[in-house]
Nanobody
Framework: QVQLAESGGGLVQLGGSLRLSCAASGRIFSINSMGWYRQAQGTQREWVATVTSGGRTQYSESVKGRFTISKDNGKNTVYLQMNGLKPEDTAVYYC????????????????WGQGTQVTVSS
């Protein structure tokens, strides 16, 4: 089983910046991709960004140009640098991983972590 631990959230003003971190631990052979999702109160969880093991990144249209996802393969850690924050970015941010636990096993999805709250005030 894999555990994910998100950190770095907080309260910032409009236009501010935050850097989120997510460390994956447990029985991990390799990580195919890691991503960030968010869930605002009363809404469904939405995808924010993904980075693959090869470094390819993808972003939702709502954050493109403001957020940057990156990874540290050696630490099984993914980061989300968030600049130009807006009140609509307020949400609990979760990370997710697609990984394998052994050379012979297929990729599986990780469980969700507890998330980290990001609040942007206007």
């Amino acid at each position: 089983q894999v555990q994910l631990a998100e950190s770095g959230g907080g309260l910032v003003q409009l236009g501010g910046s935050l850097r989120l971190s997510c460390a994956a631990s447990g029985r991990i052979f390799s990580i195919n991709s890691m991503g960030w999702y968010r869930q605002a109160q009363g809404t469904q969880r939405e995808w924010v960004a993904t980075v693959t093991s090869g470094g390819r990144t993808q972003y939702s249209e709502s954050v493109k140009g403001r957020f940057t996802i990156s990874k540290d393969n050696g630490k099984n850690t993914v980061y989300l640098q968030m600049n130009g924050l807006k009140p609509e970015d307020t949400a609990v941010y979760y990370c997710h991983a697609v990984y394998s636990s052994s050379p012979s096993s297929s990729d599986v999805s990780s469980p969700w972590g507890q998330g980290t709250q990001v609040t942007v005030s206007s």
